[in-house]
């Protein structure tokens, strides 16, 4: 098993703090829900949190993080593979074999493979995945002049929520840096959004149907020909290339399974709806529980099995409530069980 870099604790905060987007006011922060002509609904305020705060809310770009979580390790990780199957040898090692016809035996194999997991389809095959019936299409467009000038102002300042006619939503918000730092991760800024309606909205015959990219934008626009510009303006100059399209699907709750030294986190086991924004977030939870237990096993500590899990759990589930609990109790009782 690969280590993390010796620096990494030490300047994983200050590397990461340098890819935020500007902080927030000083005052409590406004989450807004608004109309489709940008009328308020509702207004939560988040109680405000110091940038330096491990748990400040932060967007981040998806590109500068993977560059950091992936520092120190360019000579470990290994790019272009396609899993395929894994299987245990009889020193009880697991081999993970790709379609290239390469392998790669290992003490642990974690599938993080994203919703599709191709993991979880062998360690799982009565897990499931259900329709919501939504198809949503996202977007980005940069931060130019004209984008800063013409996007609703609510973007610049947290995640909005803009519900419109028909049962349909549209989610935006900006990623921007303090002007005055400078960093080698990833400096794109840009707003980001995403439309969702029912599939038979978009014309579609279920939720399963393609929606072609090329004509994703037009599909998105046709329901909101009453919708503030401003707003419109997002999906129109929204860059080609960032376009995409996917049915929404959701998770089921999946029963405990026998322990072994394969195991799921992130969207491989509990696949959820973007719209709780909860889901990346959610996968780095899983990792810290798993790092954990991995760490106590490196150790030499003998610890008990669910209890070491239920109670790293617990605080996190009192702070969310009862979001996906059913699916995630399978996830405490396996992934963080003893795994020697």
Do not use: C
């Given at each position: 098993m690969p280590r993390a870099p010796a620096h990494c604790n030490r300047v994983c905060l200050s590397r990461t703090s340098s890819v935020i987007s500007r902080p927030p006011p000083k005052s409590a922060r406004p989450s807004p829900f608004l109309d489709h002509r940008l009328r308020r609904l509702l207004s939560v305020d988040v109680p405000n949190t110091e940038q330096t705060d491990p748990y400040a809310a932060r967007p981040i770009s998806r590109v500068a993080l993977r560059q950091i979580l992936a520092e120190g390790l360019e000579d470990t990780i290994?790019?272009?593979?396609?899993?395929?199957?894994?299987?245990?040898?009889?020193?009880?090692?697991?081999?993970?074999?790709?379609?290239d016809g390469s392998s790669a035996e290992s003490d642990v194999l974690v599938g993080a493979d994203g919703a599709a997991s191709r993991v979880r389809r062998q360690l799982l095959p009565d897990a499931k995945?259900?329709?919501?019936?939504?198809?949503?299409?996202?977007?980005?467009?940069?931060?130019?002049?004209l984008v800063r000038r013409e996007a609703p102002s609510a973007v610049f300042k947290g995640p909005t929520l803009v519900l419109g006619p028909g049962a349909c939503s549209l989610f935006?918000?900006?990623?921007?840096y303090p002007p005055s730092q400078g960093s080698d991760y990833d400096r794109e800024e840009y707003v980001m959004w995403g439309f969702s309606a029912h599939h038979d909205s978009f014309g579609l015959a279920n939720a399963a149907g393609e929606l072609a990219l090329a004509d994703a934008r037009a599909a998105v626009l046709a329901q909101m020909t009453d919708w503030s510009p401003n707003l419109r303006g997002l999906v129109e100059r929204a860059g080609t290339s960032s376009l995409s399209s996917f049915a929404v699907k959701s998770s089921v709750a999946v029963a405990p399974w026998?322990?072994?030294?394969?195991?799921?986190?992130?969207?491989?086991?509990?696949?959820?709806?973007?719209?709780?924004?909860?889901?990346?977030n959610t996968a780095l939870r899983d990792t810290v529980l798993l790092r954990d237990v991995l760490v106590g096993v490196g150790r030499g500590e003998r610890l008990g099995v669910v209890e070491r899990g239920e109670v790293a759990l617990e605080p996190h589930q009192r702070a969310r409530g009862d979001l996906d609990?059913?699916?995630?109790?399978?996830?405490?009782h396996n992934s963080m069980q003893r795994l020697l």
């Open positions: 290994a790019y272009g593979k396609t899993f395929q199957s894994f299987e245990k040898t009889q020193r009880g090692q697991i081999v993970a074999r790709f379609e995945r259900v329709e919501t019936g939504l198809v949503m299409v996202m977007g980005k467009l940069p931060l130019d002049p935006a918000g900006a990623v921007e026998a322990t072994s030294r394969v195991t799921l986190l992130g969207d491989a086991l509990h696949n959820m709806t973007p719209f709780r924004g909860i889901g990346a609990v059913k699916v995630r109790r399978p996830l405490v």
